[in-house]
T-cell receptor, first 114, second 111 residues
Framework: EPEVTQTPSHQVTQMGQEVILRCVPISNHLYFYWYRQILGQKVEFLVSFYNNEISEKSEIFDDQFSVERPDGSNFTLKIRSTKLEDSAMYFC????????????FGPGTRLLVL | SQQGEEDPQALSIQEGENATMNCSYKTSINNLQWYRQNSGRGLVHLILIRSNEREKHSGRLRVTLDTSKKSSSLLITASRAADTASYFC???????????FGKGTRLHILP
C-alpha cells in the first residue's frame, strides 16, 4: 500500500541553524500539508500546498518557514533560523482531494533544537 | 474555531470491553476524521465520515456523527491491548481545507 515517507526520522540542530525536512507524498496525490506536534500537545496545521503554491497557512507559519516541491516527488519544509520552540514532531500529509478526502500522514520527523 | 475537542481526555478500560470517545466541534464541517497515534509515532487514519452521513463502520470501529449537536463518537468494540493509543478527531470545514485536530483521548487497555 502506498505511504507517505519522511526523512530524516530525527534531527538535532543548534538554535539559529537552518533545517530542511523532506517528504515524499503518495504519488497520485495533489494536496500536500505540513503539521507539527509539540510534545504532549495537539497536532497543529502549518501549511497546505496545491498546484505548486501555498493554498493556506497558519499563523505559526511565519517568514522563517518555507515549503517547496522541487521535483515531481519531494515536498520540503525549510526552517531558516531555528528557535528552541521549533522543537516538535513535524508531520507531512497528502491527500487526493484536499480536506474532503482522507489525509495520509507520514511517520514524522522529530526535530530537537538545542 | 472549528476545533474538535475530545472527551474524555483519558480512558482506561479492561481488555475486551468497549471504548467510547466523543468529539465536539464548533462550526459546520465538510467531514470529520478519526486518527490513532501510538506513543511517539505517526498518525494512522481510521475513518472519515462526511457531513451527510450519520454512521460508519470499519471492523471493530463504529463512528457516529450528529451535525445538529456538532458531535461525533468513536466506539471501539472488544478492545485489545494493541488499541492502547491516543485518538484524535479532526474536522475539515471545506472541501479544500486543512484539517483541525482536537487534543485527543488517551486510551489505555488494561490486560
Amino acid at each position: 500500500e502506498p505511504e507517505v515517507t519522511q526523512t530524516p526520522s530525527h534531527q538535532v540542530t543548534q538554535m539559529g541553524q537552518e533545517v530542511i525536512l523532506r517528504c515524499v507524498p503518495i504519488s497520485n496525490h495533489l494536496y500536500f500539508y505540513w503539521y507539527r506536534q509539540i510534545l504532549g500537545q495537539k497536532v497543529e496545521f502549518l501549511v497546505s500546498f496545491y498546484n505548486n503554491e501555498i493554498s493556506e497557512k497558519s499563523e505559526i507559519f511565519d517568514d522563517q518557514f518555507s515549503v517547496e516541491r522541487p521535483d515531481g516527488s519531494n515536498f520540503t519544509l525549510k526552517i531558516r533560523s531555528t528557535k528552541l520552540e521549533d522543537s516538535a514532531m513535524y508531520f507531512c500529509a497528502s491527500s487526493e482531494g484536499g480536506g474532503a478526502e482522507t489525509q495520509y500522514f507520514g511517520p514524522g520527523t522529530r526535530l530537537l533544537v538545542l | 474555531s472549528q476545533q474538535g475537542e475530545e472527551d474524555p481526555q483519558a480512558l482506561s478500560i479492561q481488555e475486551g470491553e468497549n471504548a467510547t470517545m466523543n468529539c465536539s466541534y464548533k462550526t459546520s464541517i465538510n467531514n470529520l476524521q478519526w486518527y490513532r497515534q501510538n506513543s511517539g509515532r505517526g498518525l494512522v487514519h481510521l475513518i472519515l465520515i462526511r457531513s451527510n452521513e450519520r454512521e460508519k463502520h470499519s471492523g471493530r470501529l463504529r463512528v457516529t456523527l450528529d451535525t445538529s449537536k456538532k458531535s461525533s463518537s468513536l466506539l471501539i468494540t472488544a478492545s485489545r491491548a494493541a488499541d492502547t493509543a491516543s485518538y484524535f478527531c479532526a474536522t475539515a470545514m471545506n472541501r479544500d481545507d486543512k484539517i483541525i485536530f482536537g487534543k485527543g483521548t488517551r486510551l489505555h487497555i488494561l490486560p
